[in-house]
C-alpha cells in the first residue's frame, strides 16, 4: 500500500534527481547544483537601453563639436598641468590601467577557463570568451577608424583616419571580460571568494582604468564614457547570442558524444 509519506518521499527522490541532471556540465559526471553567491551579471534591458542611448548622443555630439568636445579638451588641460606621465606618479597609476589591459585579463581568462574545462570537461567557457574577443576587435576598432579621433597627445581634438582614441578599449575591455569572467564564475559555482572577486573587478576594473587613462591624458573623459557603454552593450550581445546559439550548440555536441 503507498502511503501519503511514501509519495511525498518519491516526489523528494525525483526532485533531487532533476536538479542534479539540471546540474551536471555538458559531456561530464553529475554534479550538485553550484552555489550562487551573487548573479551571473547578465544587463538588464534598460540599462543596455541606456548604454545605446549614451553611446549614440555622445558620439553625435562629438561628431557635431558639441559642448562634450570643449568640456573634454578642459579636462585634458588640468590633467595635462598635472604631468603624472613624467613624474614618480605615473607607474602607480599606470598600472590601474592593466585592469582593463587585454594580456593580463586574458592571462586570468586562461587560467579560468583551464580549470572549468579539467573540472567540468567543457569548451563552453573558451566559446564564450573567444566570442566576446571577437565581437570587441572588430566593434570597437570599427568605432576607432570610423570616427578617427585624435588622442589628447595630439595638440587639440581632431577627427581623421589617422586617430585612433574613440572609444576606449581599455575600459570597453575591462567591461566585457570581467563581465564574462564573472558570468563563467557563477554559473559553474566557482568557490565564494571567486564569485565575489569576479565581480568586484567587472565594477571597479572599469571604473579604475577609466580614471587612470584619463588621469595619464591617455584618452578623453568621453572615450571612457563611450567605452564603457560599448562593453556594457557587448556584454548582453554575448549573453544574447550563448542562449541563443552556443549554449545549444554545446548541448548538441555533448549529447552527440554521449551517444
Same mark, same amino acid.
Given at each position: ?102 594580456? !593580463? ?37 570599427? !568605432? ?13 581634438? !581632431? !577627427? ?100
Amino acid at each position: 500500500m503507498i502511503t501519503n509519506r511514501s509519495r511525498s518521499r518519491y516526489r523528494d527522490v525525483v526532485a533531487s534527481g532533476a536538479v542534479q541532471r539540471a546540474a551536471e556540465p555538458f559531456g561530464g559526471p553529475p554534479l550538485s547544483a553550484p552555489a550562487r553567491v551573487i548573479g551571473t551579471g547578465r544587463p538588464p534591458w534598460w540599462l543596455l537601453a541606456v548604454a545605446a542611448v549614451v553611446t549614440t548622443a555622445v558620439t553625435v555630439e562629438l561628431l557635431t563639436r558639441g559642448w562634450l568636445e570643449r568640456m573634454d579638451l578642459r579636462v585634458s588641460e588640468v590633467v595635462s598641468s598635472w604631468d603624472l606621465r613624467h613624474s614618480d606618479g605615473y607607474w602607480p597609476v599606470w598600472v590601474f590601467t592593466q585592469a582593463g589591459g587585454r594580456g !593580463f585579463i586574458l592571462i586570468v581568462l586562461a587560467g579560468l577557463v583551464g580549470w572549468l574545462w579539467w573540472r567540468e570537461r567543457t569548451v563552453l567557457p573558451l566559446l564564450r570568451v573567444v566570442l566576446a574577443l571577437v565581437l570587441l576587435t572588430a566593434v570597437v576598432y570599427a !568605432f576607432k577608424w570610423g570616427t578617427g579621433r585624435t588622442a589628447p597627445a595630439y595638440p587639440g581634438s !581632431f !577627427f581623421h583616419r589617422d586617430g585612433a582614441s574613440y572609444p576606449s578599449g581599455h575600459v570597453a575591455n575591462a567591461v566585457l571580460m570581467w563581465g564574462v569572467a564573472r558570468w563563467q564564475a557563477v554559473q559553474f559555482g566557482l568557490p565564494d571568494r571567486v564569485q565575489r572577486a569576479t565581480w568586484v573587478l567587472s565594477l571597479l576594473g572599469p571604473v579604475a582604468t577609466g580614471v587612470a587613462m584619463v588621469a595619464l591624458d591617455f584618452h578623453w573623459v568621453t572615450d571612457a564614457v563611450v567605452g564603457g557603454a560599448v562593453g556594457l552593450l557587448l556584454l548582453g550581445v554575448v549573453h544574447l547570442l550563448d542562449a541563443v546559439l552556443v549554449s545549444r550548440w554545446a548541448r548538441a555536441r555533448a549529447g552527440r558524444r554521449q551517444a
